[in-house]
T-cell receptor, first 114, second 114 residues
Framework: KNQVEQSPQSLIILEGKNCTLQ??????????LRWYKQDTGRGPVSLTI?????NTKSNGRYTATLDADTKQSSLHITASQLSDSASYIC?????????????FGRGTQLTVWP | EADIYQTPRYLVIGTGKKITLECSQT?????MYWYQQDPGMELHLIHY???????EKGDLSSESTVSRIRTEHFPLTLESARPSHTSQYLC?????????????FGPGTRLLVL
């Protein structure tokens, strides 16, 4: 069964600290993996997208890694800011059909305290 | 900032009422999607469209219907709202390049059916 599991479910860190969020997936065949940031009451916004051949991609203070062999991805946030408080969603796309179906994780709820 | 809009942002309505959730995008995207998201849960695809006059049901069974008469407009209708329809509804559109396809989400409509 194609699934996307994220951990931890929630995380609280102090402003300025780093953190790493995890995403494990069983989606096959794999096409790409995205990380989205969803602020409370808003729609998700894309942070990074990685295909099979990419193992790291950065977007400012956000760095995503991908290990397609172990089917794991992580999102590292450096020098956290209060505005980083949000839900971070891992989304995996398959190649099983022309539709490129998306599988969503439940997200990690990050809270950054001053 | 994505040019995709949803109205209303919040809606409280009584059981049995007919409602239409509006979604518009100005990016000229052919692909559009409707997702349902409950708090702390993953997004579930309920409808999608690959162009004008093309609509399909998604993974999650839904009593709603959609139409795509114009490229930029993808409204979702509930003929008779029920408390079980209480949720957040997110509209998205994408630029269609499959391996690098990114979905752009609207701000969402929070629906409460009493």
């Amino acid at each position: 069964k194609n699934q996307v599991e994220q951990s931890p479910q929630s995380l609280i860190i102090l402003e300025g600290k780093n953190c790493t969020l995890q995403c494990n997936y069983t989606v096959s065949p794999f096409s790409n993996l995205r990380w989205y940031k969803q602020d409370t009451g808003r729609g998700p916004v894309s942070l990074t997208i990685m295909t099979f051949s990419e193992n790291t991609k950065s977007n400012g203070r956000y760095t995503a890694t991908l290990d397609a062999d172990t089917k794991q991805s992580s999102l590292h946030i450096t020098a956290s800011q209060l505005s980083d408080s949000a839900s971070y969603i891992c989304v995996v796309s398959d190649r099983g059909s022309t539709l490129g179906r998306l599988y969503f994780g439940r997200g990690t709820q990050l809270t950054v305290w001053p | 900032e994505a040019d995709i809009y949803q109205t209303p942002r919040y809606l409280v309505i009584g059981t049995g009422k007919k409602i239409t959730l509006e979604c518009s995008q100005t990016m000229g995207h052919d692909k559009m999607y409707w997702y349902q998201q409950d708090p702390g849960m993953e997004l579930h695809l309920i409808h999608y469209s690959y162009g004008v006059n093309s609509t399909e049901k998604g993974d999650l069974s839904s009593e709603s219907t959609v139409s795509r008469i114009r490229t930029e407009h993808f409204p979702l209708t509930l003929e008779s709202a029920r408390p079980s329809h209480t949720s957040q509804y997110l509209c998205a559109s994408s630029d269609g390049y499959r391996d690098q396809e990114t979905q752009y989400f609207g701000p969402g409509t929070r629906l409460l059916v009493l």
